[in-house]
């Protein structure tokens, strides 16, 4: 069992389509293949026929993937029949035909194809059999969805092959249409690679019923956060809180979403409510709170709400560093927030911001070897960061090594955004070197 999950896993993280060529060179194949590597499936079918193209083995398996992903189990057999016409071996196409033949309850069909397999397929036979007999739809489709789901949560996303992880979440679909799990993961997987719509579709099709349905509107809130005008997100998803009994979720998503669009005091008063409520994350809320305190420059009340969230929740990395970096900007409790920032740094010692804040709180101790060792640190990882390439020309101006303190300080000019707000006191200091 263990070597079968294996060899599974295995094709679904590591196996890599390859673009066949096609017989006719067309601009339609072309565009049809460009569609499939970007993840639109739709368009990779857009006036797609067989019957007038001739495709390589890898470009039909690209159609028959692109098929199943779309849940068009009819194309995606006809496809499949085609490669297994060449090629009775081919995986892909074997589990697409014993899809339809399970669907269609041909199961003695499926019994003689196994049979009459040139070679046994370890893949077919875990997916489909257990004991040498047919297991029923919803454990099939379970099974995929837990390989699946596995797969993506336990790998870096740079190693995943999102068309096959798409391809056996949709036959899990289709082997069960009530499995929203496999809904839900489809639509993830939909929204990291950037296919959004397509992710706010499938979440918005979740039944009310479904144990999974607060799961789906919070993801359809998360969308609007993110890929709506202001004024529509936020009608949208103050709509799904109205419609879901003020979910607890949903407000939060909603006070996010106030939050990251500026909107203080809206976000505080979202943040209010939810404090009242008392729930498991309370000590993430004052976080939150505590953030659009700062950001409104009311520094006591964020002070405040930071240091009730340690209380709640002691040596939490973020909050540690937020309120630690708040106190060294203000020149107050440097010893303190070095102790805070170097149990942060221990917590989470690849994060840039940490790193960058205990590296400034050195540079306002006045060790400056160390403050510069760690914010050239910071700029290996985040070399785009321009805060920390402020701080950096800052750390090595008082260090006396000018030409790399404006070098570090002409590129925080350039890479600044205006959330940033350091333009003005960047381009002051450079000035200032210029006229001396």
Not at 274 to 280: F, P, S, W
Not at 329 to 352: G, H, T
Not at 382 to 397: C, Q, V, W
Request: charge should be negative; hydrophobic fraction near 40%.
């Amino acid at each position: 069992m263990v070597n079968l999950i294996k060899i599974l896993q295995f094709i679904l993280i590591f196996l890599v389509v390859n673009s066949g060529a096609l017989a006719l060179t067309s601009s339609s194949f072309l565009i049809s293949q460009s569609a499939f590597n970007n993840y639109d499936y739709s368009s990779t079918l857009f006036k797609f026929n067989m019957d007038k193209v001739t495709l390589s083995q890898d470009s039909l398996l690209d159609k028959a993937i692109a098929a199943i992903i779309t849940e068009d189990l009819v194309l995606a057999l006809k496809i499949a029949d085609k490669i297994l016409s060449e090629n009775k071996n081919n995986p892909e196409a074997l589990i697409i035909k014993t899809t339809s033949l399970y669907k269609d309850k041909k199961f003695k069909d499926i019994i003689e194809l196994r049979d009459n397999m040139l070679q046994p397929s370890e893949l077919l036979d875990f997916i489909f059999f257990a004991d040498n007999r047919l297991k029923n739809n919803s454990t099939i489709s379970n099974a995929l969805v837990e390989l699946v789901s596995s797969s993506y949560s336990n790998n870096e996303q740079s190693r995943l092959n999102y068309n096959f992880l798409l391809f056996y979440t949709s036959l899990a679909k289709i082997l069960d249409p009530k499995n929203d799990r496999a809904m839900i993961i489809k639509a993830e997987l939909f929204s990291q690679v950037g296919q959004d719509k397509v992710a706010s579709d499938i979440y918005a099709k979740i039944d009310k019923e479904s144990i999974y349905y607060l799961d789906a509107q919070n993801s359809l809130a998360r969308h609007y956060l993110f890929n709506n005008t202001y004024e529509e997100a936020e009608t949208k998803i103050k709509s799904l809180v109205e419609n879901n009994n003020n979910n607890y979720s949903l407000k939060k998503t909603l006070g996010d979403f106030y939050r990251y669009n500026k909107k203080y005091d809206l976000a505080l008063d979202v943040y209010d409510e939810m404090i009242k409520e008392n729930q498991d994350d309370l000590w993430n809320i004052f976080y939150m709170r505590g953030i659009c305190y700062e950001q409104k420059d009311e520094w006591d009340l964020a002070e405040k709400d930071f240091l009730r969230s340690l209380e709640i929740k002691p040596g939490t990395p973020n909050v540690l560093n937020y309120l630690a970096y708040g106190w060294v900007e203000r020149n107050i409790k440097l010893d303190r927030s070095l102790k805070m920032l170097e149990e942060a740094y221990k917590a989470n010692p690849d994060s840039f911001y940490i790193i960058d804040s205990l590296a400034w709180a050195h540079f306002k101790k006045n060790n400056l070897s160390e403050a510069a060792r760690l914010m050239e640190k910071v700029i290996d990882i985040a070399p785009g960061e321009a805060i920390s390439l402020d701080h950096l020309g800052d750390i090595y101006y008082a260090m006396n090594r000018k030409r790399e303190a404006i070098h570090f300080w002409q590129q925080a000019l350039e890479l600044a955004e205006p959330e940033d707000e350091i333009t003005e006191d960047v381009q002051s200091k450079l000035d200032n070197i210029n006229a001396g």
